[in-house]
């Protein structure tokens, strides 16, 4: 993954099942879509399932697409999984805010280790994002500039309009995995009953095997080490994100008080997966650039500066917003990413914030 690249899906499904964690899909607008409450799957639905299976065969995981968003989340919410479920919630920006609420209060509840070890819930929220033309401080498209202020105007609009609460309830984002929409089909999926008795037992076998993986690789979690002055670098970390120039302070950036056990367990994750039992600065790194841009709140308009309130000119800070959301929109097409402008903030408090030795 590059810095400024969405992480890939794969690897964010297996970190997210190891640690019981639910996350973001960031599909854009140009890829099929269906509505939230059909009952005919999407594309996007049936890639996500295709791909989930590919990492872990049947047997493993039950995927469940939530096609009716009121009676999803009852059933949700008054069920217990009694194996390892993954719950895809087909567009998540278009919950109200009352099935806002539901879904935290579920994600909220009894802890998704359950009696058995094997058996938990996660969810991966499907994002559509556009990358739309950014706005101008001159007037056009029929703007009126005298009937608004130019602190009101929105230069650097987020794709994720859910609210924070329920959005610190994943993660972070990732890219959609890459399969070919030709062949995605619900029959490309549901391939088990065609199989040959002999077949069946070696997925089964493999199922096994995959299911035994995911608890090693969760047992030995707790084993990675974790040095105070690592833990301090994150803290430093986030303290920085919280204080930058480009992040909503009135929010502390979006950097809330679960960040640094999120970013250890992450740590943890992708310092096991390169074959150490401890966390260096260099796994700190990575694990910031996957975790903190979903979770900026990042400046939008004049009003929303800080400095503001030390005396600058609100139409100067309109216009450096400007310039960025050019810059963006210019990156956000060629990186394919969304929180582009998010993960350059990332990458600029890494650059100064001074890592243990």
């Known amino acids: 993954m ?34 939230l409450a059909s009952s005919m799957p999407s594309t996007c639905d049936i890639q996500l399932k295709r791909a989930i299976n590919d990492v872990y065969p049947d047997g493993v995981i039950k995927v469940v697409v939530m096609n009716s968003t009121t009676a999803s989340l009852e059933s949700l919410a008054t069920t217990r999984a009694q194996e390892f479920e993954i719950i895809i919630i087909p567009d998540i920006n278009t919950l109200s805010q009352q099935d806002q609420a539901k879904l935290v209060n579920i994600m909220r509840g009894p802890r998704i280790i359950t009696e ?24 056009k498209d029929g703007y009126n500039a005298s009937k608004a202020a130019p602190k009101t105007r929105i230069f650097l609009p987020t794709c994720i309009h859910v609210d924070a609460w329920l959005k610190h309830k994943f993660w972070f984002a990732c890219a959609p995995p890459y399969l070919d929409f030709e062949s995605s089909s619900e029959s490309s999926i549901n391939t088990r009953a065609n199989n040959s008795p002999g077949e069946m037992g070696e997925k089964q076998q493999e199922a096994e095997g995959n299911r035994s993986v995911v608890l090693n690789e969760e047992a030995n979690l707790n084993d990675v080490f974790v040095a105070s002055s690592v833990k301090r670098y994150i803290l430093d970390i986030m303290v920085h994100l919280r204080t930058h120039r480009l992040t909503y302070n009135a929010k502390a950036g979006g950097v809330y ?11 943890r994750l992708i310092g096991l997966h390169s074959g150490k039992m401890f966390v260096s600065p260099s796994h700190v790194k990575k694990a910031s650039k996957w975790y903190f841009p979903m979770h900026l709140e990042l400046v939008q308009r004049s009003s929303m500066d800080s400095s503001l309130l030390y005396g600058s000119d609100p139409n100067l800070v309109d216009e450096m917003l400007e310039k960025l959301a050019k810059i963006k929109h210019e990156e956000v097409d060629e990186f394919k990413n969304p929180l582009f402008l998010e993960s350059l903030v990332v990458k600029n408090v890494l650059s100064k914030v001074v890592p243990p030795v």
């Not at 964010?12 to 639910?22: G, P």
């Not at 008080?257 to 740590?267: A, G, K």
């Open 2 to 35: 590059g810095d400024h690249n969405l992480p890939d899906f794969q690897t964010c499904l297996k970190f997210s099942v190891t640690a019981k964690k639910s996350f973001l899909c960031m599909y854009r607008d140009d890829f099929p879509q269906g509505q």
């Open 116 to 139: 058995k070890a094997q058996s938990g819930r996660i969810f991966i929220g499907v994002v559509h994002w556009n990358n739309p033309v950014p706005p101008s401080s001159a007037a």
């Open 257 to 267: 008080t679960n960040s640094l056990d999120d970013m250890v367990l992450l740590s």
